[in-house]
């Protein structure tokens, strides 16, 4: 069975940084195309970033390009979002997701076969 799990969401002040992991069981991610989705409270899914297998591109959205960085730990087959200068507009519960289709130019990933769970981020102004 596949399951993406995710971790390090909390309560953060403004300005503070987090780190979310995505940890793999079931799925190799280092296979597969992978992105970092979020919902924010009344609002619609916002792709954050996804990373592309076939040619390894990596695409952010436009309100986390600076900020967010992407990473992984293939030997814990685990993905990571370091999130930096975090402000009120990024509190949402953020998604991992992988096996999709990551074509650009934006952080778009389609087709997703796995999300993980979810991990709630909150920051506070």
């Known amino acids: 069975q596949t399951r993406l799990v995710e971790s390090g969401g909390g309560l953060v002040q403004s300005g503070g940084s987090l780190r979310l992991s995505c940890a793999a069981s079931g799925i190799t991610l280092n296979k597969y195309s992978v992105a970092w989705v979020r919902r924010a409270p009344g609002k619609e899914r916002e792709w954050l970033f996804c990373?592309?297998?076939?040619?390894?591109?990596?695409y952010y959205a436009d309100s986390v390009k600076d900020r967010f960085a992407f990473s992984r730990d293939n030997a814990n087959n685990t993905i990571f979002l370091q999130m930096n200068n975090l402000t009120p507009d990024d509190t949402g519960v953020y998604y991992c997701?992988?096996?999709?289709?990551?074509?650009?130019?934006?952080?778009?990933?389609?087709?997703?076969?796995?999300w993980g769970q979810g991990t709630l981020v909150t920051v506070s102004s």
């Open positions: 997701a992988a096996q999709c289709y990551c074509l650009g130019p934006g952080p778009v990933c389609n087709d997703v076969n796995y």
């Open positions: 990373y592309g297998i076939g040619d390894g591109s990596t």
